[in-house]
C-alpha cells in the first residue's frame, strides 16, 4: 500500500465516524425538539426561553379565572421577600394581583409586616420602601 491508498481509507474512517455522530446527535436532538412540540399549546409565544400567554385576558367569557403571564408581569415566588424600589423588579405603583394557579382563586400575601388574603383580578397600590411576599403560592404581579 502507498500512501495515497493509506490516507484514503483514513479519510473514509474519518467520514463514517462524522456521520455515525451526525445521525447519533441528530435522534437525540429530535427526540427533545418532539417533546418540546408536545408541550406546546395554542395561545402561547415563546421569547428567550419564557412562554408568554397572548390571550391577557383576567377572567374568560364564563366568569371563571384566566391565568396568564404577560411579558411586563412578575412573579412572586413563594416565601421571597421583594422590596419596592426602583431598582429592584417590583416598582411603587398600582398592580393586579394574578394567581398562578387555577385551583387558588384566594392567596395570601404579606405586605410590610401584616398577612392579607387577596383574590385573583384584586388591585393593590405599593409604595416606596414596602416589603412584599407571597405566602402560600406563587402570585403574578400585573
Known amino acids: 500500500m502507498d500512501t495515497y491508498q493509506i490516507l484514503c481509507i483514513i479519510l473514509g474512517v474519518l467520514c463514517a465516524f462524522i456521520l455515525l455522530m451526525f445521525i447519533f446527535i441528530n435522534r437525540k436532538y429530535s427526540k427533545t425538539l418532539k417533546g418540546f412540540k408536545d408541550r406546546e399549546v395554542d395561545g402561547i409565544r415563546a421569547k428567550k426561553g419564557v412562554r408568554y400567554t397572548i390571550d391577557q385576558t383576567v377572567v374568560d367569557e364564563n366568569g371563571e379565572m384566566n391565568v396568564s403571564f404577560g411579558s411586563s408581569d412578575i412573579i412572586l415566588k413563594q416565601n421571597e421577600t421583594e422590596i419596592v424600589g426602583k431598582k429592584n423588579r417590583v416598582w411603587a405603583g398600582k398592580y393586579t394581583l394574578l394567581s ?43
Open 100 to 142: 398562578t394557579r387555577d385551583e387558588d382563586e384566594t392567596f395570601n400575601l404579606r405586605i410590610g409586616n401584616y398577612v392579607k388574603e387577596y383574590k385573583h383580578n384584586q388591585t393593590i397600590v405599593l409604595s416606596e420602601g414596602q416589603e412584599i411576599t407571597a405566602v402560600n403560592c406563587d402570585v403574578i404581579l400585573r
